[in-house]
């Protein structure tokens, strides 16, 4: 089965060993003798689309018969709104994106980064300030850069990312240099750019791999995700930015009511954290071929 990348995906390219019966390509030219092509759907406009009529949208190439589309995507859809939008959605015959109803999700959970994490003892906070924030993608559907600039007036925040920047990394090599420093902060900021159902990123996980409590704004189920009881604060929970701050203070006070949030990491993980491990123990390609395999 020969099969086509035929965007970008973001950076999340299939990694070897693949399926033995598979090849992989990104030559568009190989597009007309391919069996599956796997399209990056943020990577599409609509003004890419021929639309012939409202419910006319058509891809500038032609579909070979019995070839099959792929949509992927793990960005969430209040980005890229055409990724909602039946008339170009119907071009597909198979979805992979982070919504848990997609006909093969793909989610932020990485079961070999995060298990064995998630069982390690926090470590000493010898921050003085509370909480650290990396924010920095240009996207803010969730209002995010409000609600932190407002918090911000009622708390100190060490903000690493290009939003609010009043720290830096001194030696910054990517991901292990955030999670070394905000392993050392009680709290982290993780909002995420929009708050979207199952749109639940590396924002929420990466403070719980590094044993720090995540101050979490963004998808409405975010349960779903959190892999013990009592792992988080939800934003939500509080009317305003400035009665967080206030608790965030009072409980940063408290050993035993702080230390609390860290009593899952010795507990079974929740049962629906659980399916997610199982569902991302397999590689994405194996899962999307799988689902292929059902379709015909």
């Known amino acids: 089965m020969l099969i086509l990348i035929h ?9 070897a060993p693949y399926p033995p019966e598979v090849e992989i390509t990104i030559d568009r030219a190989r597009l007309a003798e391919a069996d599956v092509v796997i399209f990056h759907l943020p990577d599409w406009r609509q003004g890419q689309m021929i639309v012939r009529s409202e419910w006319d949208w058509r891809f500038p190439f032609e579909k070979r018969p019995g070839q099959r589309w792929v949509g992927w995507s793990m960005e969430c859809d209040e980005h890229y709104p055409w990724s909602r939008n039946i008339r170009f959605m119907r071009h597909f015959d198979l979805t992979m994106t982070y919504r848990l109803t997609s006909d093969a999700p793909v989610t932020y959970v990485i ?14 906070k010898y921050q003085p300030v509370l909480a650290a924030s990396f924010v920095s993608s240009r996207f803010d559907h969730s209002g995010r850069q409000a609600y932190l600039r407002e918090l911000g007036r009622h708390m ?16 910054d090599r990517g991901i292990p240099s955030k999670l070394a420093a905000i392993a050392h902060y009680r709290f982290t900021i993780a909002f995420e750019n ?6 639940v990123t590396e924002k929420f996980f990466e403070p719980l791999q590094a044993g720090s409590v995540p101050v979490y704004l963004g998808a409405p189920n975010i349960e779903d995700f959190a892999p013990g009881e009592n792992c988080f604060i939800s934003a ?8 967080l701050a206030a608790f965030l203070k009072e409980l940063a006070a408290d050993e035993a009511a702080y230390s ?16 997610l491990l199982d569902l991302e123990a397999e590689p994405w390609l194996y899962r999307m071929c799988r689902a292929l395999r059902t379709l015909r």
Not at 7 to 15: E, F, Q
Not at 111 to 124: G, H, I, Q, W, Y
């Open 111 to 124: 079961p070999s980064m995060m298990v064995e994490a998630f069982r390690r003892p926090p470590l000493e």
């Open 260 to 275: 609390a949030y860290f009593a899952w990491r010795q507990e079974p993980f929740r049962q629906s954290f659980k399916r």
């Open 156 to 171: 100190t925040i060490d903000s690493y990312g290009t939003f609010m920047r009043n720290r830096v990394l001194p030696d």
């Open 194 to 199: 929009a708050c979207s159902r199952d749109y």
């Open 236 to 243: 939500a929970d509080f009317p305003d930015p400035g009665k």
């Open 7 to 15: 965007d970008s995906m973001g950076g999340n390219l299939p990694k």
